[in-house]
């Protein structure tokens, strides 16, 4: 009979073995962050603060796009992108 390392299949005792590991490391994880403490600095919580006050999404514009999209009726001027995106790689460049 000839071996080949893509013959290994793990005995039982590798697998019990493996199991008990994998159990014992989990717990140990679990163990680990329950102790873990963080404090953040002021200006990290100014910054979270800041963060939660502002938020990016307009849902009304999403809305009224969604609904234009839906309708057939948006209309999308493909110039004003083309400019737009010249100018922003003229700032790049800069």
């Known amino acids: 009979m000839k071996i080949t ?22 717990a140990e994880t679990t163990q680990a962050s329950r102790s873990a403490s963080v404090d953040f600095s002021p200006a990290a919580r100014q910054l979270q603060q800041l963060h939660s ?13 969604r609904t234009a999209l839906a309708n057939g009726t948006l209309e999308i001027d493909t110039s004003r992108i083309a400019d737009r995106l010249i100018h922003t790689a003229r700032d790049l460049l800069k």
């Open 5 to 26: 390392p893509n013959d290994y299949r793990p005995t039982v005792s590798d697998r019990a073995t493996t199991s008990k590991s994998t159990t014992q490391a989990k």
């Open 53 to 65: 006050d502002h938020n990016d999404i307009d849902i009304d514009r999403v809305n009224a796009l």
